[in-house]
């Protein structure tokens, strides 16, 4: 088998996104595979490019791109889409969140009503910190309704607001407590403030996120934070609700993702994988899509062809 692990740096909305772009080919085939080198994760480009030429992943991310890349090549090989790989397809398509990235609440009004008016009926708008947050949800439920979906944020970051959250109606407050936090923690901020909490940043360690689905949080799962799609949909089986996400990714790691949520045996909540239109430009032919609803690419493996052209502007190793 040949491997080529690619370190790619691609413009996005705030800055720029680092992945290590896997590609494995054997006997005529090629399977595609992404890991985001992302800070906040303690992920760097050049350790994760080195664990995946030598074919030996130890990070997590590393991890989900070998899986990705080694479920796409089976799956051509068998010319079968890659969903068949995980258990068959129960949905061909699933509906997706809309990430609100705009900082204050005239910004955010405009941009969620932009985003309802096209289609997207459910909101995430990360917390920055202090009662300005409150003001960008009220804008965000005024521009989008009572039907809305809201959720928030906080990036593993504590906040004393959680208490006044309850009025806007949210549909899950998103990893309001550190990483390493006990499920213990969880479970007593879930009852002290009446809200659905969900955990991100904590399933990366595969013991506590079996505590925290047995005892009710919700699963907002990202493949590269679990080590890929055969984990996600493990833990997604134990948890009341869950949700695939994405890390920023091109359409390699989304095709990923997508085929796993497509997999899941239970109907997931809105996931967070629309995400494209953050990035400058995309890896692949055809991109997925940006829309409130994704689709499974058509043909076998993931469904998605590299573009020579964007490959070569935004790899760094040439």
Not at 277 to 300: H, K, M, N, W
Request: net charge negative; aromatic share 4%; with cysteine.
């Amino acid at each position: 088998m040949r491997i080529e692990a690619i370190p790619v740096r691609i413009p996005m909305t705030g800055g720029f996104h680092e992945l290590a772009l896997l590609v494995l080919e054997e006997d005529g085939s090629r399977g595609l595979g992404e890991a985001p080198a992302l800070a906040a994760r303690g992920g760097e480009l050049g350790p994760l490019c080195a664990e995946l030429a030598a074919g030996r992943p130890v990070q997590l991310a590393a991890r989900a791109a070998w899986a990705a890349a080694e479920l796409d090549l089976r799956a051509r090989q068998a010319g079968v889409p890659a969903v068949e790989l995980l258990g068959g397809a129960r949905r061909q398509s699933v509906r997706c969140s809309r990430l609100v990235l705009a900082a204050t609440p005239s910004a955010v009004a405009r941009e969620v009503e932009g985003a309802w008016n096209g289609g997207f009926t459910s909101f995430k708008l990360k917390a920055g910190g202090g009662a300005l947050d409150l003001e960008r949800l009220g804008a965000a439920r005024w521009a989008a309704g009572a039907g809305a979906r809201l959720r928030l944020d906080f990036g593993g970051r504590r906040s004393d607001l959680l208490h006044s959250l309850r009025p806007f109606g949210l549909e899950m407050v998103e990893q309001p407590l550190p990483a390493a936090s006990a499920a213990a923690e969880w479970e007593r901020l879930a009852a002290s403030s009446g809200l659905t909490l969900a955990a991100d940043e904590s399933l990366a360690d595969a013991a506590l996120a079996r505590e925290l689905v047995a005892a009710g949080v919700t699963a907002a799962i990202k493949l590269a934070t679990v080590g890929g799609a055969e984990t996600a949909l493990d833990l997604a089986r134990h948890a009341r609700h869950a949700l695939i996400a994405s890390s920023y990714d091109t359409s390699v790691g989304l095709a990923a993702a997508l085929h796993a949520a497509c997999a899941l045996e239970r109907e997931p909540l809105d996931c967070g994988l629309a995400t494209l239109s953050l990035l400058e430009a995309d890896l692949a032919r055809r991109p997925l899509g940006f829309g409130p609803c994704l689709d499974l690419p058509p043909g076998p493996g993931l469904g998605v062809e590299l573009d020579p052209g964007a490959l070569a502007r935004y790899r760094l190793d040439r």
